[in-house]
């Protein structure tokens, strides 16, 4: 079967920029051949993207899928579908389900869900401790072979440095990726929301930024010692910016990650007791939004993940302080992340490093658009504006602080192994 993606600008940095047809046979890339200069067959599907960005597939990093455990809230094909609908023909799946993802019966569960459900790739994260306690260690080895493409605790942080230290050379081992959710619970305190004039005002108790990037060091040293890859999640203030900056100085083997609410929202967003707004890292001051947005510039961040973290009304609706962390984000990243390129602080092509070649490499794949690879591909209408409804999108829960928004941009289609998985 042969498939032909007509006129599209094409944007895959290091590999191809510029107009292309791109050939798919048998659900591989075939070749990119310059607009017109080759004869389509007839019997081929031909796709008109005449107008559009053709990337390689995005790739999300960091997502709540909940099942097992939780489907309720989201399940692996609502999540997937939600996926495919913001664009991203990957995503890597956090292990705090319940049960938590800590031994390979899970792990194999996941990978047998996505594939059933035939959107987005997922890709497993394996607990690192079993039950995130941050007592023993999983069997990483194990979960490597079931599908795991990385280790993290995330939801809690491994808050015994000889467990972590353990954990990092153990993952190193199987060369796994460690995945760190940076927080020092000791200065949290009972916090729910950023530390400062706004959490004040409303009378809630604040989180520090040090509670962030205390850990980020402690990791990063520990990082250094062992030789292991560290990748931070969901950074979020100028502190731990700055940390991972003067690591990547001295060579350490570290990589980053922020969300879109980290660069578009400010601790103000919560004003009126929006739980709609309350997440963990909390949103931080314009201080801090404007430093995520110089580092992403200068790749200090290395991606853009969503964080996607999906909530039925039973934990959003509550006192704020009572009210579960999270945010649904899979259907406005792209958005606002073209948002970056609007207001000059990427290209283009830094922003498909971003969101697609970036957490590839980190991951291990190859997602260039070449001969023999996955035909994983996504098709942009950067001029589509369209109004944000929580209820008329693909995840099954609805709490986004979007809501009403008018967005600019947004994947038209998601082809993930040669099929279309979505079409908008």
């Not at 017109?36 to 005449?50: F, H, L, R, Y």
């Not at 999540?79 to 799946?93: E, I, K, L, N």
């Not at 079931?146 to 467990?163: F, H, K, N, T, Y």
Request: proline share 4%; with cysteine; aromatic share 4%.
């Amino acid at each position: 079967m042969l498939t032909v993606i007509k006129d599209g600008r094409v944007v895959d940095p290091g590999n191809a920029v510029g107009s292309f047809d791109v050939w798919i046979k048998d659900g591989c890339i075939d070749e990119l051949v310059p607009c017109g200069e080759k004869s389509i067959p007839e019997d081929a599907e031909v796709i008109d993207a005449k107008g559009l960005l053709v990337v390689p597939g995005l790739i999300d990093v960091h997502v709540h899928l909940r099942e097992p455990g939780e489907e309720y809230k989201e399940t692996i094909e609502t999540g997937a579908r939600s996926a495919a609908a913001g664009g991203f023909t990957a995503v890597c799946a956090m292990p705090n389900t319940k049960p938590v993802n800590d031994i390979p019966e899970i792990t194999s569960f996941i990978v047998k869900q996505a594939k059933a459900a035939g959107y987005a790739k997922v890709y497993p994260v394996a607990a690192i401790t079993g039950g995130l306690s941050g007592g023993s260690l999983c069997e990483f080895g194990e979960l490597k072979q079931a599908g795991a493409v990385a280790v993290s605790d995330d939801g809690r942080p491994v808050e015994d440095g000889q467990i972590m230290r353990r954990a990092m050379e153990y993952a190193k081992g199987f060369g796994m990726l460690v995945i760190s959710h940076c927080e020092e619970l000791s200065l949290v305190a009972g916090g729910c929301m950023n530390e400062g004039l706004t959490a004040t005002r409303m009378g809630l108790a604040g989180i520090p930024n040090i509670s962030e990037s205390m850990m980020v060091i402690r990791d990063i040293s520990l990082a250094e010692l062992t030789g292991a890859h560290l990748h931070v999640a969901h950074v979020s203030t100028h502190e731990s910016i700055e940390a991972i900056r003067e690591a990547k100085k001295r060579e350490i083997s570290v990589t980053a990650e922020t969300a879109p609410h980290y660069f578009t929202l400010t601790d103000e967003a919560v004003t009126g007791y929006d739980t709609n707004a309350k997440m963990n890292p909390p949103l931080r001051t314009e201080q801090d939004r404007q430093a995520v947005r110089e580092a992403l510039a200068d790749g200090t961040l290395d991606v853009i993940a969503t964080d996607h973290a999906p909530h039925s009304i039973l934990e959003k609706d509550l006192e704020f302080n009572r009210a579960m962390n999270g945010i649904i984000g899979l259907e406005t990243s792209l958005p606002l992340s073209l948002q970056l390129v609007r207001d000059g602080v990427l290209t283009l092509e830094d922003l498909v490093t971003r969101m697609s070649k970036r957490p590839a490499q980190i991951l291990g794949l190859d997602n260039s658009l070449i001969k023999g690879r996955p035909a994983d591909l996504t098709l942009i209408d950067e001029e589509a504006e369209w109004t944000v409804v929580a209820s008329q999108l693909q995840s099954k829960s609805a709490n986004t602080p979007f809501e009403g928004w008018t967005m600019k941009g947004r994947a038209v289609r998601t082809i993930v192994d040669g099929k279309s998985v979505f079409i908008g």
